[in-house]
């Protein structure tokens, strides 16, 4: 009886001894890691410190000794660093072998946290030493754009034409942003994928977009029309060289300097490539007293693919866009029209 009652006794707490045993093998490798980091981190550092000392040197700008006196300096300062975060970090690990001879550690759950927020964390990592907030070269932005959609070049052969929407033009998506030089926010790669809509408003509220062949025309359907209007749908690539004049931050606890991006005056200069996946035509009338919509999806001849240049200039997450589709709306006809599109767009990084 007793064999048995100590059998189940170690059955039971074997669950929980291997599960005191993982989450020490996870915390210790965390604190491992954060350790190396420190080592790298300030290793890395002192080096370009090291490099910046020498060609001063080339330069003639202080003497072979003097070079030497500052390079002892520096190499005195990381160590110290070094030392005093190493410290804390071993600190930890002796707190965690206590509580798992005390039976005492827990797993920590992470809350789950807004979609910003997450986004956010892929762009920064906390320096293991100052605690600061440190962008990374290679970021993430979401990107939402709206504005105005105007169309550009038309004669009479569309009759009266088409209005300019206030608000006919959207695009959502992602960027991607690469620092081109290590030591400055200046020069950035930019490219993305977005999805972008666009609406295209006849002048004249009777006027309805119809295919002839292989052109397409505007015609008056015959009776009083609410809304007339053609949608398009496109996923489109956008590629910009982005000059960021955010100047670098400073820490006065560290008395370090720092980058970090969309601080200041932004400009990009690029272009895009899309594909049209959808387009459909949307009316609103009234009969009997009542409104009726109809939409017709179909492709009225339009270029299936759309490329232009685009630029914006604006402040922090904020900037005035502009972008212009150089492929006309229309394959085949007479006269080509293209479409300008002017608005606000925001980056959140």
């Given at each position: ?19 005191q045993t ?37 330069k ?72 600061l ?49 290590e ?19 006849p ?94 999806t ?18 922090r ?33």
């Amino acid at each position: 009886m007793k064999q048995t009652i100590l059998l189940v006794a170690i059955l039971c707490c074997t669950p929980y001894l291997m599960a005191q045993t993982n989450i020490f093998e996870e915390k210790a490798a965390i604190i491992a890691s954060r350790i190396d980091s420190i080592t790298t981190s300030e290793k890395s550092i002192l080096k370009k410190e090291i490099k910046k000392i020498d060609k001063k040197v080339e330069k003639n700008e202080i003497t072979a000794d003097t070079a030497e006196v500052e390079k002892k300096k520096l190499a005195a300062y990381h160590a110290k660093r070094i030392n005093a975060a190493v410290f804390i970090e071993e600190q930890k690990l002796q707190l965690l072998i206590k509580n798992k001879v005390r039976g005492k550690l827990e797993r920590t759950e992470e809350p789950n946290k807004p979609f910003i927020s997450v986004f956010e964390e892929e762009n920064f990592y906390n320096d293991s030493i100052s605690g600061l907030k440190v962008e990374k070269r290679f970021t993430t932005q979401f990107v939402f754009a709206l504005g105005i959609n105007t169309v550009l070049n038309g004669g009479d052969y569309y009759g009266d034409g088409f209005k300019v929407n206030p608000i006919g033009y959207g695009e959502l998506g992602f960027t991607f942003k690469y620092r081109l030089k290590e030591n400055t926010n200046l020069w950035n790669l930019k490219f993305g994928l977005s999805m972008m809509t666009d609406e295209i408003r006849p002048k004249e509220d009777n006027d309805v977009l119809v295919t002839n062949g292989n052109q397409t025309t505007l015609e008056d359907i015959g009776f009083d029309l609410k809304k007339s209007r053609l949608n398009n749908l496109s996923f489109g690539i956008p590629v910009h060289l982005e000059l960021d004049f955010s100047k670098p931050q400073y820490h006065s606890k560290t008395e370090q300097t720092y980058l970090r991006s969309q601080r200041g005056f932004r400009l990009g200069l690029g272009g895009f490539f899309s594909v049209r996946t959808q387009t459909s035509q949307f009316i609103k009338y009234k009969e009997g007293g009542k409104d009726i919509k109809q939409t017709e999806t179909y492709h009225f001849n339009m270029n299936s693919f759309n490329f232009g240049p685009s630029v914006y200039f604006g402040y922090r997450d904020v900037s005035i866009y502009a972008k212009y589709d150089m492929n006309p709306v229309f394959k085949d006809n007479p006269e080509d029209i293209n479409t300008l599109s002017i608005g606000l767009r925001v980056d959140i990084n």
